[in-house]
Structure formats: structure tokens, C-alpha cells
């Protein structure tokens, strides 16, 4: 069976930047309070007109470019996303409407934060069964339509943003080489969007409750992030039989510095062993792992050759790592 490898990598945020100071202006906040309980200094914003779908597609677009080839070469994409233009028809389909991809399937991959891990799961294994050829796989979220800007707790936290990776066959070795991931039920109530699905369909009164928007517990999440996080990474590096010093970069999910940081403690890593750039994006949730590994190459810290570890927790709770050897 052919080894699935990583062969092209695009990402696209919107221009427009929303910093603390602006934030400071809207809710109860300052950029301290921020910076030392996050991280964040600033995230993107998509525009009014602009849909999960678009940021997709500027993602995929220079994806395809850097690769050479045509969207219609594609056999099939994946759209990770917790923000879909609308319920149906799928994100995916649009994208694959507005790409050309005539000869691709595909469908949306809904596991919030870890959406895009689960999504390069799928489909390196898709690829590893020898059925698909080109797998692209979209992390893109446009949270800024799902947030309260008068919740302070949770309004700092999230950007705008997309990211998108092409899985190909490669040699053995050369690429994917394991996953470790799980879902636990038990946690849905601390992390959510309470309303505009079948238990809660949308009503003047969901709506007067802001029951649309996303609603966390903050300590739960924390707590349970650090902890799963590091099994996941724990597990899949065992299973590997690599050890966390021979790993060059560990891309965590950028949802918050202090849980990188206590992951990155409990699993004896160095700094700069552990791409951060939650500073400039915040929490772009399914997009957050590519628009992280694209800044690690521009930074030289991720070559050809190199062991990275991707890792993510996500409300579900979901939770998901990926071993690859990067071949791009």
C-alpha cells in the first residue's frame, strides 16, 4: 500500500486585523488581560460579505498552485469546519463547485478544533487504501459569525482564517506514519453552540437569549485540553516507537498559550521544538494547524525530512494527533 505524504500546502486569512486595543473599545477588556491569559495580540476578520466557502477556496486555490497541477485532478476534498456557509448543501460541495473540481467527491468534517487532524486522517487513509490519487483537505472557519462581541471570555479568543494541505501517494517512510484520535461525549456541555440545530431550531427567542453564538467553560476545557492533548501525543509517539526529542516541530492547535506551553512541558519539549503563532491568528479553529506549520516553513523551522507532530483538542470533546514526516 502507497505511504500518504503531504506534497502542498496553501492558507488564506482575510486582511482586515481586529487587536486588543480594538477589542478594548468594544467589551470590557484590556490588551494585557488578554495577552496574559491567551496570548493573542490580534486576529483576522472576514468582511460582512465574505462565507466560510470563500476562505476555502482562496486556501485551496494556492494549494493547487504550488503544487502545478488543475482542481480537476482532485479525486477528492474534505472541508473541516464548524462555520459552513449554511446547513446544506455542504461547504464542500460549493468548494468544489468554485474550484472546477468536477472529478472530486467529498463532503464537510465537522470536529471543531480537531477538525483538521481528523481531516488529514481521513484522508491519508483514503489515499494509503489506494483508492484516491489527490485528497485536499480545507481547514476553514469564519468565527467571527458565531461569537458574542459583548462575551468577553470568549470574544478575544477567535479569528478567521483557512489552510489547506494535498495528500498524494509517496514512499514508504516518507510520510504519514500514525494517528491517535477519540471523541468523549461527556464534555459536549462545556463547549457548544446551544442553539440553530434540530434540538433548538432557530426562534426569535434563541435569538434574544444569543443562544447562536458559542458558550464555553473555560476551565473545563482548559483543564481537559492540557491533559488529552499530551495522551494523544503521548500515545501516537509511543505507537511510533519516536521519542519526543526526535520530533523537530510539534504544531499544536492555537487555541490558547498556556495550554501549548503545559503540553509541550509535560512532553520534555524545548521551544523550539513547538510552533506558536496564536499571536497573530488566535483561535482560527480547524484552520489554526496549517495557517501554524505554513509560518513554521517561512521561518526555516520545518523542512523536507523533518518528524511533525500535529495535535488538537476541540469541543466534543474531540480530540486528535497526527505523525507525519514532512515531505514538502
Request: charged share 20%; hydrophobic share 45%.
Amino acid at each position: 500500500m502507497p505511504t500518504p505524504k503531504i506534497t502542498a500546502l496553501g492558507c488564506y486569512v482575510p486582511p482586515r486585523v481586529l487587536t486588543n486595543q480594538d477589542l478594548e473599545k468594544m467589551v470590557n477588556t484590556t490588551d494585557q488581560w488578554i495577552l496574559e491569559r491567551t496570548g493573542i495580540r490580534e486576529r483576522h476578520i472576514a468582511d460582512p460579505e465574505v462565507a466560510t466557502s470563500d476562505l476555502a477556496f482562496e486556501a485551496a486555490k494556492v494549494a493547487l498552485e504550488k503544487r502545478g497541477i488543475a482542481a480537476s485532478e482532485l479525486d477528492a476534498l474534505i472541508v473541516c469546519t464548524v462555520t459552513p456557509d449554511m446547513m446544506f448543501p455542504s461547504t464542500a460541495c460549493l468548494v468544489q463547485h468554485r474550484l472546477g473540481a468536477k472529478g472530486a467527491w467529498g463532503f464537510d468534517l465537522i470536529a471543531a478544533c480537531s477538525s483538521f487532524v481528523y481531516g488529514l486522517t481521513t484522508a491519508a487513509h483514503l489515499v494509503k487504501a489506494g483508492s484516491h490519487q489527490k485528497v485536499l483537505v480545507i481547514g476553514a472557519d469564519t468565527m467571527s459569525r458565531i461569537i458574542d462581541y459583548t462575551d468577553r471570555a470568549t470574544c478575544v479568543l477567535f479569528g478567521d482564517g483557512a489552510g489547506a494541505m494535498l495528500i498524494e501517494p509517496g514512499e514508504e517512510g516518507e510520510g504519514f506514519l500514525g494517528f491517535a484520535n477519540e471523541i468523549d461525549g461527556s464534555g459536549a456541555e462545556a463547549l457548544k453552540m446551544p442553539a440553530g440545530g434540530s434540538r433548538m431550531p432557530p426562534s426569535h427567542e434563541t435569538v434574544d437569549k444569543r443562544l447562536h453564538y458559542v458558550k464555553q467553560d473555560g476551565q473545563q476545557v482548559f483543564k481537559y485540553a492540557v491533559r488529552k492533548m499530551f495522551d494523544a501525543c503521548k500515545e501516537l509517539l509511543s505507537k511510533s516507537g519516536v521519542e519526543a526529542k526526535d520530533v523537530k516541530l510539534l504544531v499544536p492547535h492555537q487555541a490558547n498559550l498556556r495550554i501549548i506551553n503545559a503540553v509541550a512541558e509535560r512532553l520534555g519539549m524545548s521551544s523550539s521544538q513547538v510552533m506558536i503563532n496564536i499571536d497573530r491568528y488566535g483561535n482560527t479553529t480547524a484552520a489554526t494547524i496549517p495557517l501554524a506549520t505554513r509560518d513554521a516553513i517561512s521561518e526555516g523551522r520545518l523542512v523536507k525530512g523533518d518528524l511533525v507532530l500535529f495535535a488538537a483538542v476541540g469541543a466534543g470533546f474531540t480530540v486528535g494527533a497526527n505523525l507525519w514526516r514532512w515531505a514538502c
